[in-house]
């Protein structure tokens, strides 16, 4: 954490001071607590498939970033009143979403979304699931039969099934995958859901300028297959 | 055992445990400070200070404490970058309000978007203070008025009988003698601050509940060297011993202020304690 910080304090003060205009640093916002697309490592620093991707993405488009975390819960609201410049938190592209800010092209495909269950016999139709709140997977549990709760942090929901207080969890197939792979009470379902326009960054509508720089960084890494090999390392979905 | 305890990400809790503390010792002396300013303004002659100190009291009391923590703050550093839009960038066009977002030029930005991490949580701390100091100093003023009250007007009399002006029987004798009434409820105070501190969180503070909360999370081992289920209940559990055992120090040191205010007071228990020492 430490030198996280005086690393980017030190990158802040040698190369903010050459761009005058526009942002000086990006402030990069993630939730941290939704591995493998973010999540605080050992060392107490931000890593992951984001950490990462961001990273290089900064780096093409010749930005000094800095990243911080925040709850998913207040994500949107915090972006909107400039306590940060991007969202980059594993946050599909939805239409609604879409009202209130804006995204980048998507940089994963659409994961389809799998249920975390204990037994294989659970009821996925009229039980209950749980979800994390304000997620794509909450609302469409709301849409469907089912009965939604909602859980501030994804780790609750997975908690919640453990003690049998949801028949489900349903959230992105590569945060559950790892879950199931390790608790030899959990497993999931065959079935999936196709939810979301895939993954994307959040930034302020009226930030065009930012989004134009990310959009084509992500585009060149799309084009140079370096967004690939991220994709299979971190095993977040399917490839472009 | 040991590795897993003094982790980055450890280090993190115990950083935040100082983070508590601190809040603590900044915020009791301004919460104080502001429940005495509050509570002189509220007995003053002056119409308009008297108003503004029940004022004061009578709307932060009124106000849910989650509700005050979030608009406040948000309010509050919106006010400030609004105010130094204004000044700093006087040339600036483009409204503020952009539909949902909250635009201000790069300069007004507070602290400055290149500014390091540590003064943007530095930033978040100071307005977390200012706004715990502002909520308990409503309270500490009601009961530092209501220990105003309770001083015997006798005392305040056998001052004006020696001569004495009203500031000097406020100061020589109105405030010393109020303590003894205002430490019951300012003890209680205290005990609901330390319980507070987990409303850090709210504002976006990573306090010892994110932490624990973080750190007793299930861990698959692709993503640590330490995975495990989860643990949260004996992080928990170690933040509710943290607590307890400092409710109970506090507790002890505050009965021995008290035991120390009360001495040569008039007030039963300032008797009995006369009548202890004589006998």
């Known amino acids: ?240 | 055992m040991a590795c897993y305890l003094t982790t980055g990400k450890h280090m993190s809790i115990y950083w935040s445990v100082l983070t508590v503390l601190l809040l603590l010792g900044i915020t009791a002396p301004t919460a104080l400070a502001f429940g005495f300013a509050g509570a002189s303004a509220a007995r003053s002659r002056i119409a308009p200070v008297s108003w503004l100190g029940r004022g004061y009291i009578a709307v932060v009391r009124g106000v849910p404490d989650i509700a005050f923590f979030l608009f406040f703050v948000i309010a509050l550093d919106q006010i400030i970058e609004v105010t130094r839009h204004h000044i700093l960038c006087p040339d600036w066009v483009e409204p503020i309000r952009q539909g949902n977002d909250f635009v201000v030029c790069q300069a007004a930005k507070m602290p400055l978007g290149n500014a390091p991490q540590w003064v943007h949580e530095s930033y978040g701390f100071a307005i977390a203070v200012f706004t715990f100091a502002i909520v308990f100093g409503a309270f500490a003023a009601n009961v530092i008025q209501g220990a105003m009250a309770a001083v015997p007007r006798g005392q305040i009399e056998t001052g004006e009988s020696y001569g004495m002006t009203s500031r000097q029987t406020f100061w020589r004798i109105l405030v010393p003698q109020m303590w003894v009434y205002a430490l019951p409820g300012l003890s209680n105070l205290w005990m609901v601050l330390i319980k507070a501190t987990p409303l850090l969180f709210l504002l976006g503070i990573q306090d010892i509940v994110y932490w624990a909360r973080e750190l007793g999370g299930i861990k698959t081992s692709r993503f640590t060297d330490y995975p495990h289920g989860d643990w949260r209940m004996w992080y928990f559990l170690a933040l509710l011993v943290f607590y307890l055992i400092f409710t109970r120090v506090s507790e002890i040191t505050l009965e021995r202020l008290m035991a120390r205010l009360t001495l040569g007071q008039a007030t039963t228990a300032g008797e009995a304690q006369r009548k202890a020492r004589t006998t």
Not at chain 1, 147 to 165: D, S
């Open chain 1, 1 to 240: 954490m430490k030198n996280l910080i005086l690393t980017t304090a030190a990158l802040a003060v040698t190369a903010g001071m050459a761009m005058a205009d526009g942002h000086a640093v990006v402030r990069m916002g993630t939730e941290g607590a939704y591995p493998p697309y973010n999540f605080i490592n050992d060392a107490g620093e931000v890593d992951g498939f984001e950490r990462e991707l961001g990273d290089e993405l900064c780096l093409r488009a010749e930005l000094t970033c800095e990243w911080v975390t925040n709850e998913w819960d207040s994500i949107i609201p915090n972006l909107v009143s400039g306590n940060y410049d991007t969202i980059i938190a594993g946050m599909s592209i939805t239409d609604e979403r879409d009202e209130v800010i804006d995204f980048t092209q998507n940089y994963t495909q659409p994961d389809p979304s799998s249920y975390l269950v204990a037994s294989a016999d659970a009821d996925i139709t009229g039980g209950v699931i749980a979800a994390q709140t304000g997620t794509i997977q909450a609302s469409f549990i709301a849409a469907s039969g089912a009965t939604l709760v909602e859980f501030a942090t994804p780790e609750e929901t997975v908690a919640a099934v453990k003690n049998g207080e949801a028949d489900a969890v349903l959230a992105d197939n590569a945060y559950l995958a790892p879950i199931a792979d390790e608790d030899g009470d959990l497993q999931l379902l065959d079935q999936k859901e196709l939810i979301g326009g895939g993954v994307g960054m959040g930034l302020r509508e009226s930030d065009g300028e930012l989004k134009g720089k990310f959009d084509a960084a992500i585009q060149s890494m799309k084009d140079d297959g370096t967004l690939n090999a991220l994709i299979t390392k971190w095993e977040v979905g399917e490839q472009f």
